[in-house]
């Protein structure tokens, strides 16, 4: 059998690739240095939280679902841990363990709320973005920095992979990119992932397919918030501090990694792949904008620009693949 | 929400009203008797101070983008834009008081026009491309606050223009000022949709857009008004916003208010999904959340927690409206009879 | 049946379902047997998707007993009927159209290897599927690159994927052309010669005749019989269906009274009206003052008529003229302006406005009609409500009531109100009357007459012949899509109607 034709849902996929390569070589010819192990290794760390948020963005949003919850709870994990590792002493790994576990549990809540009571998406996880972010607050007012040896020598030396004398691989772009592969099976290769597939295409159908969509729901929701919770921990790797305001708006750029990535906002079609190469080029825009001396804004603008083509692309691909005859049948 | 059954009045203002009033009632009598002064009013200098002014002066810009909110909510979108056309409109406002010989009238006009712009294509992309609401609003949320500190460059602009001051400042008829805009507004959303055929027109694309269309009414025309009007609000919720703290950061003003506007828009009783609205309903969610923080700061709740009762504020409302909540609440009642 | 010589592969005795307010199923018998196409037939109401639904664990019945080979069964869920063997291919393609094609046949039940999806596996399994269905193509590629005909067919194959004993096919050829029904019913007969039992739900008579067996006919939640298809004359199974006795019809005189000539002038003129793929060509001329019937049976192209005309489809062949004036209908809001107004059959969704006040519902599409900005006073709103309210005798506490707790037959009034508010010149009523009770049909079959008398041109849409014969003067008959024939003056009687309907050359 010959390989697959590239068909029209691949478009906004090549397109994000088309995107991401004219960036990168756009930068390389701009500027002397860019093509550095540097600039590559900066743009793995810096944008791991953002990165790792987007993932589980990508799971929800397949589903058809949204999560504005991000943000807050990465706000939650990051205070939670230090506060814990701190203040009260507990060892880093359970601390980690613990906030994963709570992040996790939330978003399992948010699930059961929108999947049993039929609660739209949109409010549930609102409510979890303020609910998220009070609480942060509530474990701690103000922000703090972790100084435990875990963090100060494990995480910064002992976890880096020391690439050539001055650059160093950060362990937070490896939880990144670990993540990414695990995310990339989950979605390709396991029947959850092509249940969430079937789920975001069309729900009625799913269940008459006989799918488990409650559970399949539920576990969605789950996986936006361990993603979440884990983007917090990402955060503390980072930037070695516990931040109850931290990432204010995060879900927002999540969800434009993810749509120019080319997953259609209304579920169904999409790829962790894609998510993947948004979240780089949400971060080349961001190094191209500091190397031009442009001021910051420009990043929103330029993004906001992408997001609006994409999702006019996306418009125009759904119409091309649309069903062929959907005229209405009537007596 | 409401059990209309058999009622033959006919959908008055206080339509319900009920259950946004009663909560509102409730968290006043908790103040009354919990919480001292807080029905403390003084006058001073012929203008009113106390919680209770506090509370209808700093919820009039959620009031505001809520009146809008409200008939975009009713036609079955949303609009989450709002808060970065607010950062738009105050930031044109900041820039033009500066510019000498610039005229005020025109000043204000110029700021609303540009909130009423950002409406358009808000609207535009829903009606025209037939963008989903939430996807189309998102465009401006993300990119609008950037469009504002390009026009800023940047920078935080300080005013001292009295007459801009005013907006979000000054007092008239002993009232601040933001108060008296959001009851004007309050009087010109009625008007635009219960003495023009609007109003018909939204409740009835709302809640069948269908059979609305068979009937021959324009959903398009419809949605495009109602998204130009929230920008409009969004606009005048931005003037008073900027003016209330005499400078424009345009990473700050209004930020997250889209959030607020949509959960007085839900607590008031007009349903996510569409049909019925009710602007007096939204009006008291607006109070209610404002009257929620200031009960939270009058006990020394740090702000920064405050959102906790807010989301649990969102999970009831929901809870109250989901039909499926509804049904296994009855199922329980008739498994438990007592 | 006890008789027959094979053992039943499905049967259901005294199949009991009822919904608040509807006996939708009422002491139904089922029986399919191995290797046989059973046609399950009837009208609206019928009874027919709330037997599939039952059959295949959406519904839960009220009462009755399944045996399905033997064993006793009580499906709770779409799965758990799939696991004992029951497949379901429904009407609109409940597949996901942006998935691969083998994924939608595997979805659920990939073959996996150590836990994880096993593509190539599924690509064999999903190949192999589609051979049983004969059909060969690149499987990888989206569901929604291939046309509806092979939808259909992939669905099929997803449903025998599961070692299925029990096919059933809901209105499967309602999208497919001629040739893709050929090839279906190929795929179909040699799936019989396996010996599997296949239970088809369809309109299409020409298609039953073609393929069934036997025959079931359900109406209003009743079994009316089953029947060997070879033994039940055409004309016998539509008289059936619709619940006409056929003897009676043929010796009951033809109700005349209140239908006489009509008085203006030609007002709406098809000629060769159509879209190819929905209705056409459809032809013929309707006068003011006269109400002329539309018939045939469900699925026949009697909405999708109305629906071209009134602009909600546009119509690709043929011309239409409206007072001698050729013209293009493109919108709804366009046939209003052209004095057009069109009742849908659907009255929740695309009649009423649920939550609207009785006064609101009606003037809605006269407000729509004056525009945003010249509202109706709120006296002339209330006055028109009082009117019709009185003029039609709608049952309600008073004109602020919300329509949706209205019962259906004065919700259809409201919805005329509506329309007659806006003093159209040619009305098309789509089963006006369905779904309402005895007295309140009879008070909107009287008032038809008397917008007639009052110079209307009504379009009369109904699957009860007897309505139709006694309100109309003229009735053009569609099957299958297509205009058939069109009767008049001693011609128009229930058994010429039936006659039409059947294929005249079928009729006994």
């Given at each position: 059998m010959k390989p697959p034709r590239l068909n029209s849902q691949y478009i906004p996929l090549v397109a994000t690739g088309v995107v991401l390569a004219v960036l990168y070589v756009t930068g390389g010819c701009l500027f002397p240095n860019f093509f550095s192990l540097r600039v590559l290794v900066n743009l793995f760390g810096g944008n791991a939280v953002l990165g790792v948020a987007a993932i589980g963005a990508t799971f929800v949003i397949l589903s058809g679902g949204i999560d504005l919850s991000v943000g807050a709870v990465i706000g939650f994990t990051s205070i939670l841990i230090a506060t814990l590792v701190e203040e009260h002493h507990v060892a880093p790994l359970l601390a980690i363990s613990l906030a994963l576990l709570l992040g996790t549990g939330f978003g399992a809540g948010m699930g059961a709320l929108i999947q049993r009571f039929e609660l739209p998406p949109f409010l549930v996880t609102l409510a979890g973005m303020f609910l998220a972010r009070g609480l942060a607050f509530v474990v701690r007012p103000d922000n703090l920095g972790i100084h435990h040896p875990f963090y100060a020598e494990g995480i910064n030396h002992s976890l880096a992979l020391q690439l050539d004398s001055r650059v160093s691989w950060p362990f937070a772009a490896t939880c990144f990119v670990a993540l990414f592969l695990v995310a990339l099976v989950l979605a390709h290769y396991t029947r959850l992932g092509r249940n969430i597939y079937a789920l975001g295409g069309d729900e009625t159908s799913a269940r008459l397919m006989g799918l488990p969509v409650a559970r399949t729901k539920i576990a969605t929701y789950t996986i936006g918030g361990f993603c979440s919770a884990l983007a917090g921990v990402v955060y503390t790797f980072t930037t070695q501090n516990g931040d109850p305001a931290a990432c204010v708006g995060k879900e927002l750029e999540a969800i434009a990694a993810v749509v120019i990535g080319g997953t259609l906002l209304s579920g169904g079609v999409g790829f962790v792949a894609g998510t993947g190469m948004g979240v780089l080029i949400l971060g080349l825009i961001q190094t191209l904008i500091t190397y031009q001396n442009l001021n910051s804004w420009w990043t929103v603008i330029v993004v906001g620009l992408l997001l609006l083509l994409f999702i006019l692309l996306q418009n125009v691909v759904s119409a091309l693949s649309g069903r062929l005859d959907n005229t209405a049948r009537h007596g | 929400m409401r059990p209309e059954r058999f009622q033959n009045r006919p959908v008055r203002w206080w339509s319900g009203l009920e259950w946004p009033v009663a909560g509102l009632a409730?968290?006043?009598?908790?103040?009354?008797?919990?919480?001292?002064?807080?029905?403390?009013?003084?006058?001073?200098?012929?203008?009113?101070?106390?919680?209770?002014?506090?509370?209808?002066?700093?919820?009039?810009?959620?009031?505001?983008?809520?009146?809008?909110?409200?008939?975009?909510?009713?036609?079955?979108?949303?609009?989450?834009?709002?808060?970065?056309?607010?950062?738009?409109?105050?930031?044109?406002?900041?820039?033009?008081?500066?510019?000498?010989?610039?005229?005020?009238?025109?000043?204000?006009?110029?700021?609303?026009?540009?909130?009423?712009?950002?409406?358009?294509?808000?609207?535009?992309?829903?009606?025209?491309?037939?963008?989903?609401?939430?996807?189309?609003?998102?465009?401006?949320?993300?990119?609008?606050?950037?469009?504002?500190?390009?026009?800023?460059?940047?920078?935080?602009?300080?005013?001292?223009?009295?007459?801009?001051?005013?907006?979000?400042?000054?007092?008239?008829?002993?009232?601040?000022?933001?108060?008296?805009?959001?009851?004007?507004?309050?009087?010109?959303?009625?008007?635009?949709?219960?003495?023009?055929?609007?109003?018909?027109?939204?409740?009835?694309?709302?809640?069948?857009?269908?059979?609305?269309?068979?009937?021959?009414?324009?959903t398009r025309t419809v949605k495009f008004v109602v998204y130009a009007f929230s920008g409009f609000c969004a606009g005048l919720a931005g003037l008073i916003d900027t003016s209330n703290i005499k400078s424009v950061d345009a990473n700050k003003i209004g930020l997250t208010l889209e959030l607020d506007a949509i959960l007085a828009v839900v607590v008031g009783g007009t349903a996510l999904t569409g049909g019925r609205f009710s602007l007096l309903g939204t009006v008291v969610g607006a109070l209610f959340i404002r009257t929620l923080t200031t009960t939270m700061y009058a006990w020394n709740v740090k702000s920064d927690v405050a959102p906790v009762p807010k989301a649990l504020a969102i999970i009831a409302v929901c809870l109250l409206q989901s039909p499926a909540f509804r049904r296994r609440l009855a199922a329980f009642r008739r498994a438990s009879p007592s | 049946m006890a008789s027959d010589a094979s053992a039943p592969l499905l049967e259901i005795r005294g199949l009991t379902k009822s919904f608040p307010g509807v006996k939708a199923l009422e002491g139904v018998d089922f029986t399919v047997r191995r290797g046989e196409v059973h046609a399950l037939m009837g009208e609206n109401g019928a009874g027919k998707s709330t037997l599939i639904k039952v059959l295949t664990g959406v519904y839960a019945p009220d009462g009755g007993t399944f045996r399905l080979g033997g064993a006793v069964i009580r499906p709770a869920s779409t799965k758990e009927a799939e696991a004992v063997g029951i497949s379901t291919v429904y009407q609109e393609v409940n597949l996901i159209p942006h998935l691969s094609v083998a994924e939608n046949i595997c979805l659920g039940r990939q073959p996996t290897r150590f836990g994880f999806v096993d593509w190539a596996g599924m690509t064999r399994r999903a190949v192999a599927a589609l051979a049983r269905v004969d059909l060969r193509i690149d499987v990888r590629r989206p569901l929604s690159s291939y046309s509806i005909a092979i939808q259909q067919l992939t669905a099929l194959a997803r449903a025998l994927d599961v070692s299925a004993r029990l096919l059933i096919l809901d209105e499967p050829t309602s999208s497919l052309d001629a040739r893709e029904v050929g090839e279906l019913f190929q795929v179909l007969r040699k799936l019989r010669a396996e010996g599997l039992g296949i239970v088809m739900v369809t309109h299409f008579l020409d298609q039953v005749y073609a393929i069934a067996d036997r025959i079931t006919v359900l109406r209003d939640g009743r079994l009316v019989g089953e029947y060997e298809t070879a033994k039940l004359p055409r004309m016998e199974l539509v008289s059936r269906m619709v619940g006409r006795d056929w003897s009676a019809v043929a010796a009951a005189p033809r109700a005349v009274a209140g239908v006489g000539e009509p008085t203006g002038e030609v007002l709406l003129e098809l000629r060769n009206f159509g879209r190819p793929g929905l209705v056409g060509p459809v032809d013929f001329s309707l006068r003011a003052g006269e109400v002329m019937g539309l018939a045939g049976l469900l699925g026949s192209g009697r909405t999708e008529t109305a629906r071209l005309i009134f602009g909600i489809e546009r119509a690709r062949t043929g011309e239409m003229r409206l007072g001698g004036r050729p013209i293009k209908v493109h919108s709804p809001r366009q046939a209003i302006r052209e004095g057009l107004a069109f009742t849908s059959e659907n009255r929740k969704l695309e009649g009423i406005i649920p939550h609207l006040s009785v006064r609101e519902n009606i003037i809605l599409a006269l407000q729509a009609r004056e525009g945003l900005l010249r509202p109706l006073p709120r006296a002339r709103q209330l006055a028109l409500a009082d009117e019709f309210i009185q003029l039609l005798g709608i049952s309600t506490p008073g004109p602020e009531q919300a329509v949706m707790n209205l019962s259906g037959g004065n919700q259809q009034k409201v919805l005329l109100a509506r329309w007659l508010a806006l003093q159209p010149r040619l009305l098309i009523l789509d089963e006006p009357t369905r779904g309402i009770d005895v007295g309140a049909k009879a008070e909107i079959e009287k008032l038809v007459q008397s917008l007639r008398a009052k110079g209307l041109a009504i379009l009369f849409i109904s699957s009860e012949l007897e309505e139709v014969v006694r309100g109309c003067r003229r009735v053009v008959v569609l099957r299958d899509r297509v205009q058939v024939g069109e009767l008049t003056g001693p011609a128009l009687t229930e058994e010429g109607i039936l006659q039409t309907i059947a294929g005249a050359s079928h009729a006994p």
């Amino acid at each position: 059998m010959k390989p697959p034709r590239l068909n029209s849902q691949y478009i906004p996929l090549v397109a994000t690739g088309v995107v991401l390569a004219v960036l990168y070589v756009t930068g390389g010819c701009l500027f002397p240095n860019f093509f550095s192990l540097r600039v590559l290794v900066n743009l793995f760390g810096g944008n791991a939280v953002l990165g790792v948020a987007a993932i589980g963005a990508t799971f929800v949003i397949l589903s058809g679902g949204i999560d504005l919850s991000v943000g807050a709870v990465i706000g939650f994990t990051s205070i939670l841990i230090a506060t814990l590792v701190e203040e009260h002493h507990v060892a880093p790994l359970l601390a980690i363990s613990l906030a994963l576990l709570l992040g996790t549990g939330f978003g399992a809540g948010m699930g059961a709320l929108i999947q049993r009571f039929e609660l739209p998406p949109f409010l549930v996880t609102l409510a979890g973005m303020f609910l998220a972010r009070g609480l942060a607050f509530v474990v701690r007012p103000d922000n703090l920095g972790i100084h435990h040896p875990f963090y100060a020598e494990g995480i910064n030396h002992s976890l880096a992979l020391q690439l050539d004398s001055r650059v160093s691989w950060p362990f937070a772009a490896t939880c990144f990119v670990a993540l990414f592969l695990v995310a990339l099976v989950l979605a390709h290769y396991t029947r959850l992932g092509r249940n969430i597939y079937a789920l975001g295409g069309d729900e009625t159908s799913a269940r008459l397919m006989g799918l488990p969509v409650a559970r399949t729901k539920i576990a969605t929701y789950t996986i936006g918030g361990f993603c979440s919770a884990l983007a917090g921990v990402v955060y503390t790797f980072t930037t070695q501090n516990g931040d109850p305001a931290a990432c204010v708006g995060k879900e927002l750029e999540a969800i434009a990694a993810v749509v120019i990535g080319g997953t259609l906002l209304s579920g169904g079609v999409g790829f962790v792949a894609g998510t993947g190469m948004g979240v780089l080029i949400l971060g080349l825009i961001q190094t191209l904008i500091t190397y031009q001396n442009l001021n910051s804004w420009w990043t929103v603008i330029v993004v906001g620009l992408l997001l609006l083509l994409f999702i006019l692309l996306q418009n125009v691909v759904s119409a091309l693949s649309g069903r062929l005859d959907n005229t209405a049948r009537h007596g | 929400m409401r059990p209309e059954r058999f009622q033959n009045r006919p959908v008055r203002w206080w339509s319900g009203l009920e259950w946004p009033v009663a909560g509102l009632a409730l968290l006043l009598l908790f103040n009354l008797t919990f919480t001292p002064g807080f029905f403390h009013l003084e006058l001073r200098n012929g203008h009113l101070y106390g919680s209770l002014v506090d509370i209808i002066n700093r919820g009039s810009p959620v009031v505001i983008l809520g009146l809008g909110m409200t008939l975009v909510i009713a036609t079955g979108g949303v609009d989450l834009s709002v808060g970065a056309v607010m950062a738009i409109a105050g930031t044109v406002a900041a820039q033009l008081i500066l510019r000498p010989g610039f005229s005020f009238p025109a000043l204000i006009l110029a700021s609303l026009a540009v909130g009423t712009l950002a409406g358009c294509w808000n609207g535009f992309l829903v009606t025209w491309l037939r963008v989903q609401p939430l996807v189309a609003t998102l465009v401006l949320m993300v990119g609008g606050r950037g469009i504002a500190q390009l026009l800023t460059n940047g920078q935080q602009i300080y005013f001292e223009d009295a007459r801009l001051v005013f907006v979000g400042n000054g007092h008239l008829l002993g009232l601040p000022f933001p108060v008296l805009l959001s009851l004007a507004l309050l009087g010109l959303t009625a008007l635009l949709t219960r003495r023009t055929a609007l109003g018909l027109f939204i409740e009835s694309v709302g809640d069948n857009p269908r059979a609305s269309e068979f009937a021959g009414v324009s959903t398009r025309t419809v949605k495009f008004v109602v998204y130009a009007f929230s920008g409009f609000c969004a606009g005048l919720a931005g003037l008073i916003d900027t003016s209330n703290i005499k400078s424009v950061d345009a990473n700050k003003i209004g930020l997250t208010l889209e959030l607020d506007a949509i959960l007085a828009v839900v607590v008031g009783g007009t349903a996510l999904t569409g049909g019925r609205f009710s602007l007096l309903g939204t009006v008291v969610g607006a109070l209610f959340i404002r009257t929620l923080t200031t009960t939270m700061y009058a006990w020394n709740v740090k702000s920064d927690v405050a959102p906790v009762p807010k989301a649990l504020a969102i999970i009831a409302v929901c809870l109250l409206q989901s039909p499926a909540f509804r049904r296994r609440l009855a199922a329980f009642r008739r498994a438990s009879p007592s | 049946m006890a008789s027959d010589a094979s053992a039943p592969l499905l049967e259901i005795r005294g199949l009991t379902k009822s919904f608040p307010g509807v006996k939708a199923l009422e002491g139904v018998d089922f029986t399919v047997r191995r290797g046989e196409v059973h046609a399950l037939m009837g009208e609206n109401g019928a009874g027919k998707s709330t037997l599939i639904k039952v059959l295949t664990g959406v519904y839960a019945p009220d009462g009755g007993t399944f045996r399905l080979g033997g064993a006793v069964i009580r499906p709770a869920s779409t799965k758990e009927a799939e696991a004992v063997g029951i497949s379901t291919v429904y009407q609109e393609v409940n597949l996901i159209p942006h998935l691969s094609v083998a994924e939608n046949i595997c979805l659920g039940r990939q073959p996996t290897r150590f836990g994880f999806v096993d593509w190539a596996g599924m690509t064999r399994r999903a190949v192999a599927a589609l051979a049983r269905v004969d059909l060969r193509i690149d499987v990888r590629r989206p569901l929604s690159s291939y046309s509806i005909a092979i939808q259909q067919l992939t669905a099929l194959a997803r449903a025998l994927d599961v070692s299925a004993r029990l096919l059933i096919l809901d209105e499967p050829t309602s999208s497919l052309d001629a040739r893709e029904v050929g090839e279906l019913f190929q795929v179909l007969r040699k799936l019989r010669a396996e010996g599997l039992g296949i239970v088809m739900v369809t309109h299409f008579l020409d298609q039953v005749y073609a393929i069934a067996d036997r025959i079931t006919v359900l109406r209003d939640g009743r079994l009316v019989g089953e029947y060997e298809t070879a033994k039940l004359p055409r004309m016998e199974l539509v008289s059936r269906m619709v619940g006409r006795d056929w003897s009676a019809v043929a010796a009951a005189p033809r109700a005349v009274a209140g239908v006489g000539e009509p008085t203006g002038e030609v007002l709406l003129e098809l000629r060769n009206f159509g879209r190819p793929g929905l209705v056409g060509p459809v032809d013929f001329s309707l006068r003011a003052g006269e109400v002329m019937g539309l018939a045939g049976l469900l699925g026949s192209g009697r909405t999708e008529t109305a629906r071209l005309i009134f602009g909600i489809e546009r119509a690709r062949t043929g011309e239409m003229r409206l007072g001698g004036r050729p013209i293009k209908v493109h919108s709804p809001r366009q046939a209003i302006r052209e004095g057009l107004a069109f009742t849908s059959e659907n009255r929740k969704l695309e009649g009423i406005i649920p939550h609207l006040s009785v006064r609101e519902n009606i003037i809605l599409a006269l407000q729509a009609r004056e525009g945003l900005l010249r509202p109706l006073p709120r006296a002339r709103q209330l006055a028109l409500a009082d009117e019709f309210i009185q003029l039609l005798g709608i049952s309600t506490p008073g004109p602020e009531q919300a329509v949706m707790n209205l019962s259906g037959g004065n919700q259809q009034k409201v919805l005329l109100a509506r329309w007659l508010a806006l003093q159209p010149r040619l009305l098309i009523l789509d089963e006006p009357t369905r779904g309402i009770d005895v007295g309140a049909k009879a008070e909107i079959e009287k008032l038809v007459q008397s917008l007639r008398a009052k110079g209307l041109a009504i379009l009369f849409i109904s699957s009860e012949l007897e309505e139709v014969v006694r309100g109309c003067r003229r009735v053009v008959v569609l099957r299958d899509r297509v205009q058939v024939g069109e009767l008049t003056g001693p011609a128009l009687t229930e058994e010429g109607i039936l006659q039409t309907i059947a294929g005249a050359s079928h009729a006994p």
